[in-house]
C-alpha cells in the first residue's frame, strides 16, 4: 500500500492531506496557538501532524511532499520576506518526522494559476467519497490551505481526472 502525506505549511496552522493508493483518505487543518512564539509552534505542529497521521490507523507515509517557501520579486511579494524564514523553519521541523520528504516550491506544484482555480479544479479531480472526507476550518477564508494541501497531493500523484 503506498500512502502519501502532503503540507502545505503556515507558521501557526498547516493544511494537510493524506492518500492511500492514489486516493484521498483525509484532510484538514492543523493548528497551533498564533500567539505561540516559533520555538513552540514548529515542533508543536509537526509533533500534531505526526499525530494526526497516526489516527484513524493510518501507517506512516511512504512519501511526504511539503511546499517549500519561495521568494518572490519584491513587487511580486505579500508581507515580510523574512517571515519565510520562519516558515522554511516549520517545514524543517514537520520533515524531521519523516522519511522520504520532497519538498516542491510553489510555482512548481501550482504554476501561476490563481488559488480560486487551483482549489476548484483540485476538487473537481476528487470523487464525492473523496470530498466527504475533506475536514474544512471553521474559517472559510482558512481553506484553501486544506484544498492546497489536496492540490498538492493530486500533482504528486500525477492524477489528472475523477477516480470514482
Known amino acids: 500500500m503506498k500512502t502519501l502525506l502532503t503540507v502545505d505549511p503556515g507558521v501557526h496552522a498547516c493544511g494537510v492531506a493524506y492518500f492511500t493508493d492514489g486516493k484521498l483518505n483525509a484532510a484538514t487543518y492543523l493548528c497551533a496557538s498564533n ?95 473523496e470530498k466527504s472526507r475533506i475536514e474544512y476550518p471553521k474559517a472559510k477564508s482558512l481553506s484553501h490551505n486544506v484544498l492546497d494541501a489536496v492540490a498538492i497531493g493530486l500533482w504528486a500523484l500525477k492524477r489528472k481526472k475523477k477516480e470514482n
Open 35 to 129: 500567539k505561540a512564539p516559533l520555538t513552540i509552534s514548529a515542533p508543536y505542529l509537526a509533533a500534531r501532524i505526526s499525530l494526526w497521521v497516526g489516527l484513524a490507523g493510518r501507517s506512516r507515509p511512504s512519501e511526504v511532499v511539503i511546499e517549500l517557501p519561495q521568494v518572490y520579486r519584491r513587487t511580486l511579494s505579500k508581507g515580510d520576506p523574512n517571515d519565510l524564514i520562519n516558515l522554511a523553519v516549520v517545514c524543517g521541523a514537520i520533515a524531521a518526522q519523516f522519511p522520504n520528504v520532497r519538498f516542491v516550491r510553489p510555482a512548481e506544484w501550482g504554476k501561476q494559476i490563481p488559488k480560486a482555480i487551483k482549489n476548484t479544479r483540485a476538487l473537481a479531480m476528487l470523487s464525492d467519497e
